[in-house]
């Protein structure tokens, strides 16, 4: 069965950068759709990137220009590079995927499968 392994996570200062990873299994990321969201406790999810099937690439707002994202083919990884991260950056980051042709604009809940989060905490 498909799994999403999320890692990277950490706490950091402003202006500070991390690297998320996903790992998956029974999947294979260059030929899925995937994205990073984030939340915290009792918000809803916020679209953070994706990269769909055919290999698009979308961004939130609130990452363009900070945040890249990208599939590592050799390990089958998704990863998000965070830099310049701010405050308001400190969330759980989640790895959604799924096998038809999503991205971020489709929703949350449209995506199928999903890891378990990792913590980013931004402190000033």
């Known amino acids: 069965r498909v799994q999403l392994v999320e890692s990277g996570g950490d706490s950091v200062q402003v202006g500070g950068s991390l690297r998320l990873s996903c790992a998956a299994s029974d999947l294979t990321v260059t030929s899925a759709s995937m994205a990073w969201f984030r939340r915290s406790p009792g918000s809803n999810s916020e679209a953070v990137a994706s990269i769909d099937s055919d290999g698009r690439i979308s961004y939130a707002t609130s990452a363009k220009g900070r945040f890249t994202v990208s599939r590592d083919n050799a390990k089958n990884t998704l990863d998000l590079q965070m830099n310049d991260l701010r405050p308001e950056d400190s969330d759980k980051y989640y790895c959604?995927?799924?096998?038809?042709?999503?991205?971020?604009?489709?929703?949350?809940?449209?995506?199928?499968?999903w890891g378990q989060g990792t913590q980013v905490t931004v402190s000033s």
């Open positions: 959604a995927a799924d096998r038809r042709r999503l991205s971020i604009a489709n929703g949350f809940t449209s995506w199928t499968y």
